[in-house]
């Protein structure tokens, strides 16, 4: 047998050209970043401070926003020394209506409300057929103007139904009251809903 030397392995010689163009590429745009960069700004010299003579200085003239306002010295007050007077402080609670007038007939808003029962009810009736536990008591205070009409009414009731609450405004709002005298009278009607039995 004879010996002969191993081959050696072929190496493939597409490798070296994928590093050669590696290297090219990365060498041509770092050459190419080089050309194409700004050129860097010189650094301009701040300029030294330099020394003033006090005659010399210029001061710039201060913002003036309107011509000052002199105020008057304040004048010692007439009465007592302020240690021989306590300080008081006065606090006067009244109550304020927000509507000054009288009904003409205070009895006739209720009665007019409960002329008109079968509307309100029919109100509660549309929305119990949404919600089957719906019943309680409302009570509605209605602001009325001089000829007789409801202005403002606010609505206060347990029940949780805001369409039933905006019914029974619409419905008394509709309603002629008997009027106010000397402005706005505040007035309250109350009912009690509950399904029929």
């Known amino acids: 047998m004879d010996e002969s030397s191993p081959i050696p392995p072929k ?18 745009g770092g050459a190419i970043y080089a050309l194409t960069r700004p050129a860097p700004q010189p650094e301009t010299p701040r300029p030294l401070p330099t020394a003033v003579d006090a005659g ?20 010692p007050d007439a009465g007592q020394p302020a240690a021989a007077q306590p300080a008081r402080t006065r606090v006067v609670y009244r109550y304020v209506s927000e509507c000054s007038g009288t009904l003409t007939d205070p009895a006739g808003v209720q009665r ?10 029919a109100c509660y009736e549309r929305e119990l057929r949404q919600n089957n536990t719906l019943r309680g008591g409302l009570t509605a205070q209605l602001k009325i103007n001089a000829s007789g009409h409801a202005d403002e009414i606010r609505v206060s009731t347990p029940m949780s139904s805001r369409p039933l ?25 109350r009912f009690n809903f509950s399904p029929r039995e």
């Not at 201060?62 to 011509?67: F, K, M, Q």
């Open 165 to 189: 609450v905006e019914c029974i405004k619409g419905v008394l709002r509709r309603l002629s009251y008997p009027a106010s005298r000397g402005g706005c009278a505040l007035s309250e009607v």
């Open 56 to 75: 010399q200085a210029v001061v710039p003239p201060a913002p003036s926003l309107a011509a000052p306002i002199e105020l008057t010295p304040e004048e």
């Open 11 to 28: 190496s493939s010689s597409n490798s070296k050209f994928a590093v050669i163009g590696l290297l090219l590429l990365l060498g041509g």
């Open 112 to 121: 007019t409300a409960q002329a008109n029962y079968g509307a309100l009810r």
